[in-house]
């Protein structure tokens, strides 16, 4: 989507698919998925979400990257946290005083490399759900062609038959499209909820290198 889409979202805070409490099946199966040697989660396209706080009191270094200021600034308040604030590249830095986490604010596809450099796993909660079609292969390939070899990806996905706008429906056919050729894709679990009128399906996928790369 345009940028101009999402800032008037934010600011008429039409926010439905935002959530206020932390994403159920990310608490069902992190520890089941990943021990101690992660160290660090990136989560693009955060919003305001509760995920961030969640894994960085996990002592978790946890960087997410937001467009919107708004969303960014929402966060730090409705958390009560205060943030440093600065410039990394393209994009303003906000850097929790008191946690492990900061969150750059500015277009995705400026974040400098070091994020994803650094980044032993993706959480995607609603970033590709959130792209048209037409841009989601140049948002997976900046992770083909910019993650170390053995960062991980937990992803998920919203299923439903209601295309009108965000958060699209991304099949599974679609993520083993996307994402297949250099990652394995297993499908963990998955959970009813209502959207739109309508029953849609959460599902949550773990993703894993097939070969190292050289960055």
């Known amino acids: 989507m345009e940028s101009d889409f999402w800032h008037e979202r934010w600011a008429n805070n039409q926010i439905g698919f935002h959530q206020d409490v932390t994403t159920p099946l990310l608490e069902r199966h992190w520890d089941e998925l990943f021990d101690s040697s992660v160290k660090s989660v990136f989560v693009p396209l955060c919003g305001k979400s ?11 270094e946890v960087v997410g990257v937001e467009l919107s200021q708004t969303a960014v600034e929402s966060f ?3 958390q009560k946290l205060d943030a440093r604030r600065g410039l990394h590249g393209e994009m303003r830095e906000y850097r929790c005083a008191s946690l492990p986490l900061t969150v750059y604010q500015g277009d995705f596809f400026a974040l400098s490399n070091d994020v994803f450099v650094t ?4 959480f995607d909660r609603g970033a590709l759900i959130a792209l048209p079609r037409i841009m989601r292969r140049a948002y997976v390939e900046k992770f083909k062609s910019k993650l170390k070899p053995e960062a991980r990806i937990l ?7 209601d295309e009108k706008s965000p958060p699209f429906s ?4 679609e993520i083993r499209d996307l994402y297949e050729d250099e990652f394995s894709v297993k499908r963990i679990d998955e959970e009813p909820e209502e959207f739109r009128g309508q029953l849609a399906t959460n599902v949550i996928y773990l993703l894993n290198r097939k070969q190292p790369v050289t960055l």
């Open 170 to 173: 991304v099949q599974e056919s």
């Open 155 to 161: 992803l998920m996905t919203l299923e439903h038959s």
């Open 76 to 78: 730090f308040a409705e």
């Open 119 to 122: 980044s032993d796993v993706v």
């Open 50 to 60: 509760r995920d961030l706080l969640w894994l960085a009191e996990r002592g978790l």
